[in-house]
């Protein structure tokens, strides 16, 4: 921890660019300065998001995410929107199971405004009731949205079957039912209970310097709210059998199936990286070569791999014509109890670590990514994680590695499926 005298960072040898100090109201600020670059993205995360919510108040870190851009103590909601884009930058937020993220990328002389839009944002919103009203009808209608798109709803609806009771079982954007009856007051519980210092992360990346970033945080990020509630412990998911299907009207009918997988700290999520990469990641990865280019059965197919503080979900995508559903989803099965029963062979591998290497590398060409990458980084593990570092537990892979996450993963006797069928025509 560092003070605003002291801003070397004391925690381990990282990247020189980086650096981390925590102020004395708690909120934590990170940077990674890039000098070769005009621009800077900048985040303000909270830790928490949907995970934090129960049945009831489902969908209020979402709704809060979209509120907060509808007017503070000194900007209303068309101050807001053209503060940054006057200038050539964007802002925009998303909302996660875990985190919040309300972010801006500018030219390098416009930081100290986006960090001045984002800040009084997140701490100085009001939530008028006339707006609020205005945009209940917009998530009503981006709920309607998702409903019409079959490729999210599975991943939902799987995700709803694999979780159980767990919060993650919960759709971000909420219910219709909870969204319409949200008041203002419950926003303000909400971020009074959430949106506190210990849970405020400012990070950015790109023609900054770690000392601009604590002064402007220090101007600007100067809330004092200390206390907070809980973060809720929940116990482990254990993954059993579980077949759904839903008719719909559309066309094709869209399947998931998969199970419960590792948190972001095992010691098997680099394993379990290399084995999706060469299960389902790319047009040369098994699923894709298997049911795509040999059988002609699906135009997108995909495997996945999600992993979170406690726990974590892997599954397997695809969309395909009803009467194919049985074939792909064999097909699919196979390829898993390949990965299980026969070694990879070595060039398999090597293709799957450089593919991993070379998208994580080609990624930190933006930096949006770099800032996204140094909070994800400080919000699940404290720290930073040099490259290097993670460069190494990737080559450390072993055919052995991905065989065993294989048999550690691959139960299908446990596994849920979710399919959506296409209605029949009367």
């Known amino acids: 921890m560092t003070s605003r005298s002291k801003l070397s960072y004391t925690g381990p040898a990282v990247h020189q660019s980086y650096k981390k100090t925590t102020l004395a109201n708690g909120i934590r600020v990170l940077s990674e300065e890039i000098s070769s670059v005009k621009s800077a993205s900048i985040g303000i995360w909270i830790d928490t998001g949907s995970c934090n919510e ?27 929107a053209q503060s940054l884009e006057s200038v050539g930058g964007y802002m925009n937020a998303f909302t ?24 009084d944002m997140v701490l100085h919103s009001i939530f008028p009731v006339r707006e609020m009203e205005k945009e209940k009808t917009v998530i009503l209608e981006e709920i309607k949205r998702s409903e019409d798109d079959p490729d999210d709803l599975v991943q939902e609806y799987f995700e709803k079957h694999l979780f159980g009771g767990h919060p993650f079982a919960r759709p971000i954007i909420g219910s219709a039912e909870n969204v319409s009856r949200f008041t203002r007051d419950n926003l303000f519980d909400y971020t009074k209970k959430f949106y506190t210092n210990k849970n405020i992360i400012l990070a950015a990346a790109g023609n900054i310097t770690h000392d601009q970033m604590v002064k402007l945080a220090e101007k600007y990020l100067t809330q004092k709210r200390t206390a907070g509630e809980k973060f809720k412990t929940f116990s482990a998911v254990k993954p059993k059998l579980n077949s759904q299907e839903y008719s719909k009207p559309i066309q ?14 095992d010691k ?12 389902g990641d790319g047009m040369s990865s098994r699923l894709f070569q298997q049911i795509r280019e040999k059988h002609g059965l699906a135009y997108s197919v995909y495997s996945f791999l999600g992993l979170m503080k406690d726990t974590g979900s892997f599954g397997i995508y695809l969309g395909t014509d009803k009467k194919s559903v049985q074939k792909a989803l064999d097909l699919s099965y196979k390829e898993l109890i390949k990965l299980k029963t026969k070694l990879m062979a070595a060039s398999e591998l090597q293709r799957a670590k450089a593919q991993l290497k070379g998208s994580m590398l080609l990624s930190l060409e933006s930096t949006s990514n770099r800032m996204m990458r140094l909070a994800n980084g400080e919000l699940y593990y404290g720290e930073y994680t040099p490259l290097d570092s993670i460069v190494k537990n990737i080559d450390s892979v072993t055919i052995d590695d991905v065989q065993a996450v294989s048999h550690q993963l691959f139960d299908i006797e446990k596994f849920t499926t979710v399919i959506l069928n296409p209605e029949m025509k009367n």
């Open 54 to 80: 129960t049945e009831l108040t489902n969908g209020i870190s979402h709704f809060i995410e979209h509120m907060m851009f509808k007017g503070t103590d000194k900007r209303n909601y068309q101050q807001i």
């Open 268 to 279: 098997m999520r680099y394993p379990a990286l290399v084995m999706n990469s060469v299960l």
């Open 96 to 119: 996660t199971k875990e985190h919040t993220c309300y972010y801006a990328r500018v030219l390098d002389e416009y930081v100290e405004k986006a960090v001045d839009v984002l800040s």
């Open 252 to 265: 094709q009918a869209h399947l998931c199936t998969g199970t419960i997988a590792f948190s972001v700290h």
